[in-house]
């Protein structure tokens, strides 16, 4: 099973959302204080996804994304 890990200090992009939505589907879901990506974490949403960066405009865009990811 894919390991999915968010950055807590991302929230304010709207990825708690995300986690939410990806917990209820019960997929492995970590949130983290810090994951180290301090610049992209500014930007916009994002995730890692089995250590794979994964970045969005929107939090429902990085759903999709994460999910397109994990059904390939």
Do not use: W
């Amino acid at each position: 099973m894919a390991h999915i890990q968010f950055c807590e200090n991302n929230f304010s992009h709207g990825t708690e959302e995300v986690v939410n939505r990806l917990k209820d589907e019960d997929y492995n879901v970590e949130v983290e204080s810090c994951l180290g990506f301090c610049g992209d974490c500014a930007v916009g949403p994002f995730a890692l996804v089995d250590d794979e960066f994964v970045q969005a405009d929107t939090p429902d865009d990085l759903y999709e994304m994460i999910k397109d990811y994990l059904d390939n």
